[in-house]
């Protein structure tokens, strides 16, 4: 199983970028899709989007569509979310999971998750 650590999380002013990486270990992340999920306090996981195992694809949600990047290197085994003109409702724990399949839009279809970073975007 691959392990997964997320990190470049914190705090930013409304208009501003962040872009979080996800380092993996124990396998290379080239086999897997990658997603990118969010969770704000109170509110249940949600889908932010994802990169499919060749890099070539990607999807994501209405929400931060237009906004919101997603690519990978896999000589370095990390995946990147590049957030641009966030917004408050940004506002949550970031993470990142690997999945053997594609589109996987649901928690359910990742088996392998990182601990998360926080993302606080103020006014």
Do not use: H
């Not at 199983?1 to 997320?6: F, K, W």
């Not at 999380?9 to 270990?25: H, I, N, T, W």
């Not at 890099?55 to 000589?75: E, L, M, P, Q, W």
């Not at 990147?80 to 928690?107: F, H, I």
């Amino acid at each position: 199983q691959v392990q997964l650590v997320e990190s470049g999380g914190g705090l930013v002013q409304a208009g501003g970028s962040l872009r979080l990486s996800c380092a993996a270990s124990g396998r290379t992340l080239s086999t897997y899709s990658m997603g990118w999920f969010r969770q704000a306090p109170g509110k249940e996981r949600e889908f932010v989007g994802a990169i499919r195992f060749g890099g070539g694809i990607t999807s994501y949600a209405d929400s931060v569509k237009g906004r919101f990047t997603i690519s990978r290197d896999n000589a370095k085994n990390t995946v990147y979310l590049q957030m641009n003109s966030l917004k408050r409702e940004d506002t949550a724990v970031y993470y990142c999971a690997a999945s053997v399949g594609w589109l996987r839009v649901t928690p359910s279809g990742y088996a392998s998750w990182g601990q998360g970073t926080q993302v606080t975007v103020s006014a």
